[in-house]
């Protein structure tokens, strides 16, 4: 990571935490050591960052830099909270952090903080003991989305049976029970949905696959109209029900 990439990150961790944050526990998170940090605290300062703090106690960061203040209604509010929360209880951990810090940053940053009381949520969810926390291939698979990479990976289906594929990945779709995987197979040649609890991430391959994802994305709409169907099969059908959903489809047999 440069250090200009660091500086960065370190306002973006500061203006995410409430409390006073020291600089070992910054340090441990960017990787770097506690004097790379008092100079980058320092050269933050020198360029009018409102750091707050010193060496030994702390360091924090007074509200609304940066961000310009947000005037949401309590139902907008409830509404950003209620997701965010979903998503950290059970997303993966890259995510859930994310989904901490936003709502950091979003009630650092609003302007009704009074009206909406001070921050404290009306709204809280409450994930089932079924639930199933996603695993670590999440965070990479949505890395080679964003960046188009093509994966391998080792799939084992509903009966059980292994295939090694090549795919690109596009689209994650969460369940509340379950998370699908919705790719092109370089082996079938067709759009097909994985269980990513199901699925072993072999490689993240350096390859590009070919056009913009976007336009990918039509295709598996426009090609795969039962996608839909098969994407809203109930959480709490069996593995053979959601099979005999999939097949329904002519391109969506690998669930």
């Known amino acids: 990571m440069s250090r200009t990439s660091r500086l960065f990150e370190l306002i973006a961790i500061l203006r995410a935490r409430r409390m006073a944050v020291t600089a070992l526990e910054l340090a441990s998170e960017l990787g770097v050591s506690q004097r790379s940090i008092y100079r980058d605290i320092e050269t933050m300062r020198s360029l009018g960052a409102p750091i707050e703090g010193e060496a030994g106690v702390g360091y924090c960061l007074r509200q609304g830099f940066f961000l310009p203040e947000f005037a949401f209604s309590p139902d907008e509010l409830d509404a950003l909270t209620l997701g965010l929360a979903w998503v950290q209880q059970r997303a993966d951990p890259a995510l859930a952090r994310s989904s901490e810090s936003a709502l ?13 009381g001070g921050g404290a949520p009306a709204l809280a969810p409450a994930a089932s003991a079924s639930r199933r926390v996603d695993p670590p291939e999440a965070a990479l698979l949505r890395d080679a989305i964003r ?109």
């Open 104 to 116: 950091a940053k979003i009630l650092s940053a609003r302007s009704n903080a009074a009206e909406t």
């Open 147 to 255: 960046r188009q990479r093509k994966v391998d990976i080792r799939y084992e289906d509903a009966h059980g049976a292994l295939s090694d594929r090549t795919i690109w990945p596009i689209a994650i779709v969460y369940f509340d029970e379950v998370r699908i995987l919705a790719a092109w197979c370089e082996q079938r040649s067709a759009f097909r949905h994985f269980r990513i609890d199901r699925l072993n991430l072999k490689a993240v391959l350096q390859e590009r696959y070919p056009g913009r994802r976007q336009s990918v994305m039509v295709r598996w709409q426009q090609q795969d109209r039962d996608w839909r169907s098969l994407l809203t099969v109930s959480d709490t059908q069996t593995d053979y029900e959601v099979q005999h959903a999939s097949e329904r489809s002519a391109t969506s047999k690998e669930i």
